[in-house]
């Protein structure tokens, strides 16, 4: 962006756990309409991925994405996000830190976890999610279950959770 404010790209995980936990649409709609002017104004972006298991849920959370006009998604099928994700698939099948059902796991169609490292890698972005890092996992406990953090790391890409996005965009629920 043009005053070298951060972009985050959200994973689903962080705009489904605050529907369903944290801030109801009836109550806390000010979350809501921030989030939204954030990804009308680019600094909050939506992979296609993402965009599609969103929408899929048929709930409060579905309309009210389907109704963002001007919505910033990007496709997982640009060349350079496409290499990226080679990259991911290839580290979790030759890396000793992770089984073949973790490459079985990631490689499938329907996760979006490898697509978005591949994706805030490719267009410098910080990737917003809840998930936490494994911890523990080493060649003698070889994990089958990749979590983003730890791709993350691995390829040098910044993550955060979307509170601490929610403090650097000044979104706050007051």
Not at 3 to 28: G, Q
Not at 97 to 122: F, H, M, V
Request: overall charge negative; hydrophobic content about 40%.
């Amino acid at each position: 962006m043009e005053d070298n404010r951060p972009i985050f790209l959200i994973d689903a995980n962080s705009l489904i756990t605050p529907y369903n936990l944290y801030y109801p649409f009836d109550l806390v709609s000010k979350f809501w309409d921030d989030i939204e002017r954030k990804i009308v104004d680019g600094s909050i972006i939506i992979m296609d991925k993402v965009y599609d298991e969103l929408i899929a849920g048929d709930d409060e959370l579905s309309t009210w994405l389907l109704n963002i006009t001007n919505l910033n998604k990007i496709s997982h099928k640009d060349p350079g996000i496409v290499s990226v994700y080679g990259e991911i698939l290839d580290y979790i099948q030759t890396s000793e830190l992770y089984t073949q059902k973790a490459l079985l796991e990631w490689s499938g169609n329907r996760i979006a976890d490898p697509w978005l490292i591949a994706c805030a890698k490719t267009n410098i972005q910080t990737l917003v999610t809840f998930e936490a890092s494994s911890g523990g996992i080493n060649k003698k406990n070889p994990s089958s279950n990749p979590k983003i953090p730890d791709i993350c790391k691995q390829f040098n890409v910044n993550y955060t959770n979307l509170f601490d996005m929610m403090r650097k965009l000044s979104i706050n629920i007051s």
